[in-house]
């Protein structure tokens, strides 16, 4: 060794141990903040946040909370979207936007599987605002003339409707981008760690209070209109990823001795009819992840398989009826590492 490979080497030493010592600092440090939680009410369901911060976030993550229902709940009487099914003047915010295009691209990448004008149909069904008798194929049919979501454009920054009766509705992918909101609120404030569920959708960053993987459970999807059954079908490793669930086993109504599901096909005005009992979507983010859930629900398991080998980054976990009154599963191959157990 000569005298300049030793000179190199002492230098390297103490900074090699100063870089292992500061390192070991660093995560005891980290080890030492506690994990806080968030829970309350938005969008008329529940959210729950667990977060590694060492100070109390509540009161902020409910202000981002607030901010997406101010934009897109159209049970907010200020809210944008509610002046846009009024017809009303008004300017478009970001967040309005930013799911305006989300949901006309996943809507154009699965037919109109996945359609924001479907409420009026959802309402005649008795899932929405209004709960009243079942619509006949009149009535169908005449409000199949105001849906479809290639009836609406953006122009100059607003929506603009082939007919003015049309309504939007983002709740089949709002829960899922309050999510996103939330975790790129605790991301900016440079919280690691943390698991953002909100109505049941859910997006994860690093590990939890026990320094392993969040894991996620699956809900069998037996008929619990009243949310008591909570049987797991399946837990998932769910880390740095987004993932919601669409499923009929929740609300549902008995009438005249048939069964009707909340999950409203866009193009036949009627609920579906298929066997998938129920859709879970991972993807980078949890607005993608809660549109293509509910679009999966519509297209059954052939369709479904069809998207997914065009989108390779989304992954499938899908129970359905096997045609003997039995569940069965089928899940993205790329999915397997990520089922507990498997």
């Not at 993550?61 to 101010?70: F, G, H, N, P, S």
């Not at 009024?86 to 989300?102: A, G, I, R």
């Not at 909101?181 to 900016?188: E, G, Y």
Request: hydrophobic share 40%; aromatic share 10%.
């Amino acid at each position: 060794m000569d005298e300049r490979q030793k000179k190199r080497l002492l230098w390297q030493v103490p900074f090699l141990t100063f870089l292992v010592i500061g390192t070991v600092l660093i995560i005891g440090h980290q080890q030492k903040i506690p994990y806080q939680r968030s829970s309350d009410f938005i969008f008329g369901t529940s959210y729950n946040v667990v977060y590694q911060c060492d100070s109390d976030l509540s009161q902020s993550i409910k202000a981002e909370l607030m901010k997406v229902d101010y934009s897109l709940s159209p049970f907010n009487e200020k809210s944008v979207i509610t002046a846009v099914n009024n017809n009303k003047d008004v300017k478009l915010d970001e967040m309005f936007l930013e799911v305006y295009k989300k949901a006309m691209a996943i809507s154009h990448d699965t037919d109109g599987a996945f359609d924001i004008t479907v409420a009026p149909l959802v309402n005649a069904w008795g899932f929405g605002f209004k709960n009243g008798s079942l619509p006949d194929s009149h009535q169908v049919d005449s409000l199949r003339q105001i849906i479809g979501f290639q009836k609406l454009s953006l122009v100059d920054g607003k929506v603009v409707k082939q007919d003015p009766r049309m309504m939007l509705d983002c709740s089949a992918i709002a829960k899922g981008y309050g999510t996103d909101v939330v975790a790129r609120f605790l991301k900016h404030r440079g919280v690691q760690n943390f698991m953002v569920e909100v109505g049941g959708e859910i997006v994860t960053r690093g590990v939890n209070a026990q320094r392993v993987p969040w894991k996620i459970g699956v809900n069998k999807p037996d008929d619990d209109s009243l949310s008591i059954n909570q049987e797991i079908q399946a837990i998932l490793n769910v880390t740095d990823k987004a993932m919601a669930t669409s499923g009929n086993y929740r609300r549902f109504y008995y009438k005249g001795g048939r069964k009707f599901a909340h999950t409203i096909d866009p193009k036949t005005g009627y609920p579906v009819q298929h066997n998938i009992l129920s859709a879970t979507v991972l993807a980078d983010d949890c607005a993608t992840a809660d549109a293509y859930a509910t679009a999966f629900m519509v297209m059954g398991m052939e369709k479904v398989q069809g998207v997914l080998a065009r989108h390779p980054e989304l992954m499938a976990y899908l129970i359905y009826d096997d045609g003997n009154g039995q569940n069965a599963i089928w899940y993205s191959p790329s999915l397997r590492d990520k089922i507990a157990g498997q």
